[in-house]
């Protein structure tokens, strides 16, 4: 089976939209040879691509999950160090 997923997140700077961008990359360096992951920022948009060439498509959704999960963390960070300020 083959699937892909692009997920485009849409942020108020570039800066705020590479700052998400760097803080869930380092997650996409340890996937399952079946499984890449790839995040970037493009102007003040995060943009992830994701391919999945296996046979259990829960393993997408998972990533997916995954994946998201790990950009509210961030923007729940970016929030505070802002309220901070």
Known sequence: ME?????TLVYDSSEEALAISNSVS??????PKELT??????GE??????SYRGDNMATLL??????LSCVSAA???????R???
């Open 3 to 7: 699937a892909d997923a692009e997920i």
């Open 26 to 31: 380092p997650d996409n360096l340890m996937c």
């Open 37 to 42: 992951v790839e995040t970037r920022s493009i």
């Open 45 to 50: 948009n995060v943009v992830s691509v994701i």
């Open 62 to 67: 998972s990533t997916i999950d995954d994946l």
């Open 75 to 81: 923007e729940k960070v970016i929030g505070a160090v």
């Open 83 to 85: 309220e901070k300020r």
